[in-house]
C-alpha cells in the first residue's frame, strides 16, 4: 500500500492515543511498535482527546505554534519556570508574564483532572 504525507500537524498524546484506538480497533493483531505505543499511551495520556483539542484551542488564541502547545499539553507543566522552559523552544516569543498566567490558567483547568477519561 502506497502511503503519501498529505499534511503535518502536531497533536498532543490525548489525541494520539484517539487515533491509535481507532486504527486498532477490528483487527486481531496488531504489530509489537503498535502495542508499546498502545501501552505507552494508556500510561500518560489519560484525558479525553476532546479535552486536549478544547485545550489546543484555547491556547492557539494566544498565539502559541502548534507544536510548543502539543508540548505543554503533553507536559503539563504547573510552574512559570517549567513554562517558560517550553516557550523558550522558540526563540522568538516574548516572556510576557500576561502570557505566562493565562497559559497556566488554561493547563491548571486542563491537567487538574488529568488522571480523569
Partial sequence: ?????????YITVYEAREALKSRMEGQDRI???????????LLYASKSGEEARKAFESLS?????????ANLLNM???TE???????????????????IDNILSI???FCSSRGET
Fill in 81 to 99: 519556570g517549567e513554562v517558560r522552559s517550553i516557550l523558550s523552544m522558540k526563540k522568538d516569543l516574548k516572556f510576557d508574564p500576561e502570557l
Fill in 31 to 41: 504489530g509489537e511498535i503498535h502495542e508499546r505505543t498502545w501501552n505507552y499511551l
Fill in 76 to 78: 503539563c507543566p504547573e
Fill in 61 to 69: 488564541k494566544l498565539g502559541l505554534n502548534e507544536d510548543v502547545i
Fill in 107 to 109: 493547563l491548571k483547568s
Fill in 1 to 9: 500500500m502506497d502511503r503519501r504525507i498529505i499534511r503535518k500537524k
